[in-house]
């Protein structure tokens, strides 16, 4: 016979079987219940926020860096509403994460309550309230799965109070994780190696389920025997070693230069990614009706979503690219062999070229007062601590912070998805308390810290030792870069000055203030000369630092 108890213990309960370490959390009087038993159970560590945000944040940096489910407890519909910015970028990364808030009792039926299962379903997996106390531990085990079940995402589970305080005889068992990745089919492997045997002008274009699935050594390899192009693309992770002689960094089909690259390949091997995905509409297709198109990917619902597609291959990025190189191998002859090496040949000598370039960016940067951000992230490169974990949440400078850091080592580098702000300052806490072992630096918009600012109080409060870089240039620099582009696609003229309306922090913030503010240390910058010293301070005194460095936000289109 199965022990008698109360929804609340059996939801710990089947948490403390999951292996749950953290509970990232806001409460409210919906989790009542829930922090009423948490005093029982000392091994779940309750980790407050102070803005939900910061809790999908954290739950997103834990789950990444360890592989673990990250878990999330936010109150009823006000407090849930307020992760969805977050969420979305959490559901399109694949991020495996079990999100939870308290509801009304089911009695409040007639007086109305909130549907918070549906309010939550378009950005999860899955999406389900318990009634019942006997439920808990089916759905959390099933919850657990479905987000660690590729393709990974979070689901959300809304808590009656009903069922939080009603007793009932439950059986607790955990899930067994499984992965399931289909193998490539052998004909398609086929196919793909003869179109990419002969190709003049291969593209590789890569995504975050080549990471998620262990298969960027098996991306190397392929690039390197066809001596394609690679870009990353919609892209989260670091999915192809970036100080390799073929990266081209990220592929963005609004800048001239990557739809160029597009148009001039005659076979593009897509991986893992969307094909394409961008917030403004081109009409046309990106490709050349005569390039062919072969997209390996684990996500049915991605292949010849946008794009006409030659080839689609449902399976696991890392078997069908093992199984694409071995292909590859056994039909390329010496001419086609000798074609690749000489592509990989001028592919190396430009990105040569390129890193030249950007050393004489970063040195005109270092003289101007706003430094440029080449100045900051040049000078981050060069006292980069051994094993740091970067967090990219940079946005307008993201670009020379990919010029002058190189990784080579996945999981030493994570993004955010795109679509929201504010995930950066959150992401590194969650990221540092799943790898405590080794350094985490956030380097972070201004505009995009002050959406989930009040992570620096669970900084403190905690004493998690992350070290976050301020790019403090006094505005929301990427609307800028965007009304650009928007322009030329109205076919505005892009050369007339703008107003650049609600884009400018009339009043800039003064961040390292805002840190002090919040108890924990907080440093401004002006000089590059100061950026390598207070690093390396900042790393080796394992307490959480803010470096507050500002930088020039002029834009010219």
Wanted: net charge neutral.
């Amino acid at each position: 016979m199965s022990p008698v108890m109360k929804g609340k213990n059996a939801l710990l309960e089947s948490l403390r079987a999951e292996g749950v370490e953290y509970i990232f959390g806001n409460p409210g009087t919906s989790e009542a219940a829930i922090m009423d038993a948490l005093e029982d159970y000392p091994e779940l560590k309750y980790m407050l926020v102070v803005q939900e945000g910061v809790a999908i944040g954290m739950a997103e940096g834990y789950a990444r860096t360890t592989g673990k489910v990250g878990f999330v407890s936010l109150h009823i519909d006000n407090g849930l509403a307020n992760a969805f910015s977050l969420l979305i970028d959490s559901k399109k990364i694949g991020t495996p994460m079990v999100v939870t808030a308290g509801n009304k009792d089911v009695r409040k039926l007639g007086e109305g309550r909130t549907d918070l299962a549906e309010l939550a379903r378009p950005f999860t997996k899955w999406s389900v309230e318990v009634t019942h106390p006997e439920q808990y531990p089916s759905v959390i085990r099933r919850a657990f799965t479905e987000a660690r079940t590729p393709p990974t995402g979070p689901v959300f589970i809304s808590f009656a109070g009903n069922s939080l305080d009603d007793s009932a005889e439950v059986e607790i068992a955990p899930s067994k994780p499984h992965r399931v990745e289909p193998p490539a089919d052998p004909a398609a492997i086929e196919e793909a190696a003869a179109m990419l045997a002969h190709a003049k002008s291969p593209v590789m274009v890569v995504g975050d389920r080549v990471a998620q699935y262990g298969g960027m050594a098996a991306a190397v390899k392929v690039a390197e025997r066809t001596g394609a192009r690679v870009f990353g693309h919609a892209a989260a992770d670091m999915n192809f070693p970036t100080s390799h002689p073929q990266w081209q960094g990220g592929l963005s089909l609004r800048v001239p230069s990557g739809r160029q690259a597009m148009q001039n390949a005659d076979v593009v091997l897509a991986v893992g990614c969307p094909v394409f995905s961008d917030f403004f509409h081109q009409t046309g297709r990106a490709l050349r009706p005569e390039t062919k198109l072969i997209h390996i990917d684990l996500q049915p619902g991605e292949i010849g979503k946008s794009e006409p597609t030659d080839l689609g291959i449902l399976a696991s990025p890392k078997a069908a690219l093992e199984a694409l190189d071995k292909a590859l191998g056994d039909r390329m002859k010496g001419t086609d062999m000798e074609a690749a090496r000489g592509r990989a040949s001028s592919l190396a000598a430009e990105s040569r070229k390129a890193a030249e370039a950007f050393d004489k960016t970063a040195q005109a940067a270092h003289g101007k007062r706003p430094m440029g951000p080449a100045a900051l992230t040049s000078e981050l490169a060069r006292n980069w601590p051994k094993g740091a974990i970067l967090l990219d949440d940079s946005i307008s400078t993201r670009g020379v912070l990919q010029q002058a850091l190189k990784f080579t080592e996945p999981g030493s580098y994570l993004g955010g998805g795109g679509g929201a702000i504010g995930w950066g300052m959150g992401m590194a806490l969650g990221a540092k308390l799943g790898r405590p072992d080794r350094p985490v630096i956030a380097v972070v918009g201004d505009g995009s810290a002050m959406m989930t600012i009040q992570a620096l109080w669970t900084a403190a409060s905690y004493k998690i030792p992350v070290v976050y870089v301020i790019c403090n240039n006094a505005s929301y620099r990427i609307l800028k870069v965007n009304m650009a582009v928007y322009k030329r696609m109205a076919g505005l003229d892009v050369a007339k000055p703008s107003k650049y309306m609600g884009m400018d922090f009339n009043i800039p913030f003064d961040m390292a203030a805002m840190a002090r503010a919040f108890g924990m240390k907080g440093v401004r910058i002006e000089d590059p000369a100061q950026i390598g010293p207070e690093l390396k301070k900042a790393v080796a005194g394992n307490e959480p630092v803010l470096l507050d460095v500002v930088i020039d936000g002029s834009f010219t289109p």
